[in-house]
């Protein structure tokens, strides 16, 4: 009961933020939209088909960080579950990199914790630098590219004392971490995710009690000048570098949150990261429910994802759009709504075929998440490939669901078949795009591209 307590007291504290953007998006004038540039990918180098993982969520024996500090407090106090040992990818990397590369993932997104390589103000942990070198250096063995991010919500305890983000010193001390990350591991077509979902991360802090709403703008000029520091560090260890600092789709507010986070940095991007979660629509209104964290009662709606390519695409012409995230969580490894992982992957990717068909520039897709995670505070919100009961199983076994035969499937073909249809029908009258999406709504009659993976790395 007080974990439910406390969540929707974050829910409370962040409802300001959503009524302010809510309010300007809707007193705002309308932002210039561009044409399209269509880019026929599916003839050139190939499709990114990938997983993702983040360092505090799945690593364990996680070292002081702002995240770690929270759930130190809140776990005995029953507002949140101890992180623990998580699902111990930190010792596991190598079963879990391998089964990844048996479903023919191309790509492995992870994160480097900088609260692991830089424990204490200007020393850096060799041993800790040195354990990610074999975990890079696994996936590249198995022909996998790695997709490196540099800060999903934590940085270092010493960092928290001195104010996060909001610290002085704060882009600064960045700077030099991206400097160390990029000269190590860059090159070899690795990509580059500076920021996870700053306006995410800003809530996140609101909810651990690091950031307050008069802190808004700037925390959000300090993750602005931090992501370009990082993006010019990248191509300065490979002019070839792609770099991104990926943002959620927000259906009902992507027009002002551009405003804050992506126009900001369109600039000093190689490609548009894309965070697919949620739709909504007349006939579709449950994603109200991850306000609260109860992510599991949300009805997916795969075709927004196309909404979503076709949105950026109008408004960043010119740039390749990645799905750096996309998933279908379950509650305990279950939907009420009896939704299989596998139909939603099949789904997505159909309407991904269909972006792609329709010229728009798609480059790539991950799946979040190759395992079960710790969902910021929560076990019970699972999202993995493999199914692990972290808190029921001491010995952390791998399950498979049912998305990890289709996601094989998917890759081997390429997509689905020309045959396929969704098994969830598209919602009606999206919010995000009225009135078009009511009068002229997604069909799933249209044509589909095939996607053809990366050539193998030999690396």
């Given amino acids: 009961m007080r974990r439910r307590e406390q969540r929707v007291g974050a829910f409370r504290s962040v409802a300001a933020v959503v009524i302010a953007v809510a309010l300007a998006v809707a007193v705002s004038p309308p ?18 088909w990938g997983v993702a993982t983040s360092g505090f969520q799945v690593e364990g024996s996680n070292p002081d ?24 990818f930190w010792n596991r990397y190598a079963e879990d990199i391998a089964n990844a590369a048996a479903m023919g993932v191309n790509t492995f997104r992870l994160s480097v914790e900088w609260a692991r390589i830089e424990p204490e103000r200007g020393r850096y942990d060799e041993a800790a630098l040195a354990h990610y070198d074999r975990i890079i250096d696994t996936i590249r063995a198995h022909g996998m590219t790695p997709m490196i991010t540099m800060v999903h919500f934590v940085y270092p ?20 971490f991206a400097d160390l990350v990029t000269d190590r591991w860059a090159g070899d077509g690795t990509l580059w995710v500076t920021f996870n979902e700053p306006l995410v ?23 602005v000048a931090a992501h370009r520091l990082g993006y010019a560090a990248a191509h300065r260890a490979d002019p070839h570098a792609m770099v991104t600092m990926n ?10 949150t551009d405003t804050l986070v992506v126009d900001r940095v369109a600039d000093a991007v190689d490609y548009v990261g894309i965070d697919y979660y949620y739709g909504v629509a007349l006939n579709n209104l449950t994603a109200a429910h991850a306000a609260v964290d109860d992510f599991a009662a949300v009805r997916p709606q795969p075709e ?3 909404e979503a390519i076709q949105h950026y695409a109008r408004s960043y012409p010119g740039k390749p759009i990645y799905i750096v995230e996309n998933g279908m969580p379950t509650l305990d490894g279950g939907r009420a709504d009896g939704i299989e992982r596998g139909d939603f992957l099949r789904d997505t990717v159909f309407w991904l075929q269909r972006a792609v068909a329709d010229g728009y520039p798609v480059i790539g897709y991950n799946h979040w998440s190759l395992v079960d995670i710790y969902e ?34 998917i890759i081997a073909a390429g997509g689905v078949g020309p045959g396929y249809r969704p098994v969830l029908p598209p919602a009606w009258c999206s919010l995000a795009s009225i009135p078009d999406s009511c009068l002229d709504p997604a069909r799933a009659d249209g044509p589909l591209a095939p996607l053809a993976p990366l050539a193998p790395s030999t690396r």
Avoid: C
């Avoid at 399209?36 to 190939?46: C, E, K, L, M, N």
């Avoid at 943002?247 to 002002?256: I, S, V």
């Avoid at 929560?378 to 049912?402: E, I, K, N």
């Fill in 201 to 223: 991360f800003f809530k996140h802090e609101m909810t651990i009690g690091r950031v307050g709403l008069p802190d808004f703008s700037r925390f959000l000029d300090a993750v």
């Fill in 247 to 256: 943002e959620a789709y927000l259906p009902l507010a992507t027009e002002f």
């Fill in 31 to 48: 932002r210039e939209v561009h044409a399209a540039t269509p880019q026929d990918i599916s003839s050139g180098v190939g499709f990114h």
């Fill in 304 to 306: 927004g994802i196309y």
């Fill in 157 to 176: 305890g010493w960092l928290a004392d001195e104010g996060g983000m909001l610290a002085p010193g704060a882009v600064e001390s960045f700077g030099r």
């Fill in 65 to 88: 960080s702002n995240w770690k500090r929270y759930t130190d407090s809140a776990a005995p106090a029953g507002q949140a579950d101890p992180v623990g040992d998580a699902v111990d």
């Fill in 376 to 409: 910021w505070g929560d076990y019970s919100a699972r999202f993995g490939l493999y199914r692990v009961d972290a808190q029921g199983d001491p010995a952390l076994t791998r399950h498979p669901t049912s998305g990890v035969e289709a996601y094989r499937e």
